[in-house]
């Protein structure tokens, strides 16, 4: 198949196809257009019989249709050394005569009538024309199963999936998820871990497809991928660490509502296409192209599933707090991403607490069980509040600062309590913190995080791994398109 | 053969090229001996212990350490190494 446009004759051009009742009525026109002597070229995209009447070429590859962007069926074109000067689609009768110069065409035909939607732009069709006849630069080498492989079974030996089945990424489908994204194929996005390959927009879009992904996801996906390949976010130390840390990916702005992405009942779970993909799509292209395998790089002791995907949006409408993209700098109407070294969510249950301050010390106590009651500073967390428990604290006035402060100071343990051997456990700090006051979050440590819905007097924590540049710091990248 | 689907490569198509060990030295006496602490707790107990029996058996012993255990050992670090020592040995802790 040519990805060039087949050069059309001079004089009238006229698209049909014989499925459409409004190309059958046009057929008498065409047949005046052919006796008026003017040059009429007919292409058909379905019945080689159709129309009778008049002279015709069967569209089979449907190539002149494609690269005349033939949307509608009947459509007239006027070409002129063989470059189009003029087009109508559908019935016009005014239109008609005027692009024909036939005064007396289709006098006795309605005024208007509506044409059909042409075969090239046919949902089932339009993936397979656009790989035939698009010009486009992915280079990924092809890989053929034979007639007898399942694919999935194919796909699952070579060890190319999470463990689930993945969607065969084909070049039609590829090619499709491309259009999610302005960037060439050809871009480098990041250096992926741990094996430090490029990492082009074309391989993210095969794995985006594996993982299930719409088109609209990619510049997500894109965007998390660069947050979690770079240095701060140390990708290759959250893969190689023991603790069972993966990238838990924040998306905050319009955009998480345009991709309908769940940011409330059952946020962080299954069910939602958005959510699960793009945090899966993350995780196989590190696999895949970055080659960070469970059992090799991976070592994680227990691992954890939200290491499939782990990815939901806050729920800013609602929200009685400024949001986290908002807290990191991101302006207010961007799409952005925050991802976080994070492990499974725990549940915080206090269905009694009806003033903030009763919230607050439930809120802390629980945040102080993070890894262990008696390690301090070295690991972040995510603190998630509900619509139940956020109500609590809008109805009081308190902003996302106050919440913070108020925890802060509920966190604080005196070192005696936490130097190691203290309270019969040998872990915990060294001994020289014994007289210090220690705080059990790091200045920012905390990330307050609103999702999940409708009814629950439940918060969620997700804890951290080593923070810091001994570790990971979370990382905020605008969304770009 | 009949062929079945056809699909693109998710992976980064290439191969880790592989790598001919060095032969196992006779003796150490005369090598220059890195010992490279990948900075995790304790990890020092372990390799002074090795120094000592390293240094009774005639070699040099260079020490060296890695910023943080959570990332790969920098490039300036593994060239340090590699000029300065002909041995190296790698310490886990904890």
């Known amino acids: 198949m040519s990805t060039t446009a087949p050069l059309l004759p001079n004089g009238f051009v006229v698209i049909v196809k014989h499925e459409c009742a409004t190309c059958q009525m046009v057929e008498p026109v065409l047949a005046a257009i052919a006796a008026s002597g003017a040059p009429l070229t007919v292409y058909t995209q379905?019945?080689?019989?159709?129309?009778?009447?008049?002279?015709?070429?069967l569209d089979s590859t449907l190539a002149v249709s494609w690269h005349y962007d033939?949307?509608?069926?009947?459509?007239?074109?006027?070409?002129?050394?063989?470059?189009?000067?003029?087009?109508?689609?559908?019935?016009?009768?005014?239109?008609?005569?005027?692009?024909?110069?036939?005064?007396?065409?289709?006098?006795?035909?309605?005024?208007?009538?509506?044409?059909?939607?042409?075969?090239?732009?046919?949902?089932?069709?339009?993936d397979a024309l656009r790989a035939a006849f698009t010009d486009s630069p992915v280079i990924s080498r092809h890989i053929e199963f034979s007639s007898a492989e399942d694919e999935f079974e194919a796909m699952y030996a070579r060890g190319w999936t999470d463990g689930l089945p993945v969607i065969p990424p084909t070049r039609e489908r590829v090619l499709r998820m491309l259009t999610g994204t302005t960037r060439h194929p050809q871009d480098i996005v990041a250096i992926a871990p741990p094996d430090?390959?490029?990492?082009?927009?074309?391989?993210?879009?095969i794995n985006a497809v594996m993982a299930g992904c719409l088109p609209e996801y990619m510049p997500w996906v894109i965007a998390a991928l660069e947050a979690v390949c770079n240095d701060q976010f140390n990708m290759h130390g959250v893969l190689a660490t023991t603790m069972p840390v993966g990238p838990v990916i924040i998306c905050n702005g319009p955009g998480t509502r345009a991709i309908g992405m769940n940011s409330g009942i059952n946020a962080f779970g299954q069910g939602n296409r958005a959510n699960n993909t793009i945090g899966r799509a993350v995780q196989l292209t590190i696999r895949n192209v970055g080659g960070g395998r469970p059992g090799e790089v991976d070592r994680a002791t227990h691992g954890n599933p939200g290491k499939i995907s782990f990815c939901f949006a806050e729920d800013e409408e609602n929200s009685?707090?400024?949001?986290?993209?908002?807290?990191?700098?991101?302006?207010p109407g961007q799409n952005a991403v925050t991802v976080f070294a994070g492990e499974?969510?725990?549940?915080?249950?206090?269905?009694?607490?009806?003033?903030?301050?009763?919230?607050?010390?439930?809120?802390?106590?629980?945040?102080?069980?993070?890894?262990?009651?008696?390690?301090?500073?070295?690991?972040?967390?995510?603190?998630?509040?509900?619509?139940?428990?956020?109500?609590v604290y809008a109805e009081a006035g308190w902003s996302r600062e106050k919440l913070l402060a108020e925890i802060t100071e509920r966190t604080l343990r005196p070192g005696a309590d936490l130097v190691r051997g203290a309270q019969g456990m040998a872990e915990?700090?060294?001994?020289?913190?014994?007289?210090?006051?220690?705080?059990?979050?790091?200045?920012?440590?905390?990330?307050?995080?609103?999702?999940?819905?409708?009814?629950?007097?439940?918060?969620?924590?997700?804890?951290?791994?080593?923070?810091?540049?001994?570790g990971s710091d979370p990382v905020t990248r605008i969304v770009g398109s | 053969?009949?062929?079945?689907?056809?699909?693109?490569?998710?992976?980064?198509?290439?191969?880790?090229?592989?790598?001919?060990?060095?032969?196992?030295?006779?003796?150490?006496?005369?090598?220059?001996?890195?010992?490279?602490?990948?900075?995790?707790?304790?990890?020092?107990?372990?390799?002074?212990?090795?120094?000592?029996?390293?240094?009774?058996?005639?070699?040099?012993?260079?020490?060296?350490?890695?910023?943080?255990?959570?990332?790969?050992?920098?490039?300036?670090?593994?060239h340090e190494i590699a000029t300065q020592c002909t041995l190296v040995i790698e310490a886990l802790a904890d």
């Open chain 1, 320 to 331: 009685p707090f400024t949001s986290l993209a908002t807290e990191r700098g991101v302006p």
């Open chain 1, 46 to 57: 379905d019945n080689p019989d159709f129309p009778e009447s008049v002279p015709h070429t």
């Open chain 2, 1 to 78: 053969m009949a062929t079945g689907l056809t699909i693109l490569d998710p992976t980064s198509e290439s191969n880790p090229s592989t790598r001919q060990l060095l032969a196992r030295p006779d003796d150490i006496k005369g090598h220059t001996i890195a010992l490279l602490d990948i900075s995790k707790p304790r990890g020092n107990v372990f390799l002074d212990r090795l120094e000592e029996l390293l240094t009774e058996r005639g070699a040099k012993v260079k020490r060296f350490a890695k910023p943080t255990f959570t990332k790969p050992a920098p490039v300036d670090l593994r």
């Open chain 1, 196 to 205: 430090l390959v490029e990492l082009t927009v074309e391989k993210i879009a």
């Open chain 1, 70 to 126: 033939i949307e509608t069926v009947p459509t007239l074109l006027v070409i002129e050394n063989g470059v189009e000067v003029g087009r109508t689609f559908g019935w016009s009768q005014a239109e008609w005569q005027r692009i024909t110069g036939i005064d007396s065409l289709g006098a006795d035909l309605p005024v208007t009538r509506p044409g059909c939607g042409s075969m090239s732009v046919d949902p089932d069709r339009v």
């Open chain 1, 344 to 391: 499974g969510p725990r549940c915080v249950v206090d269905q009694l607490a009806r003033t903030p301050e009763e919230l607050t010390e439930s809120l802390a106590a629980c945040l102080l069980t993070v890894h262990h009651p008696k390690l301090v500073i070295g690991f972040d967390a995510i603190l998630t509040l509900s619509p139940d428990h956020g109500r």
């Open chain 1, 428 to 470: 915990g700090v060294p001994p020289h913190l014994r007289d210090s006051t220690l705080p059990k979050f790091r200045a920012g440590g905390l990330l307050l995080t609103y999702a999940g819905g409708g009814a629950g007097l439940f918060s969620s924590i997700v804890a951290g791994w080593a923070n810091g540049a001994i």
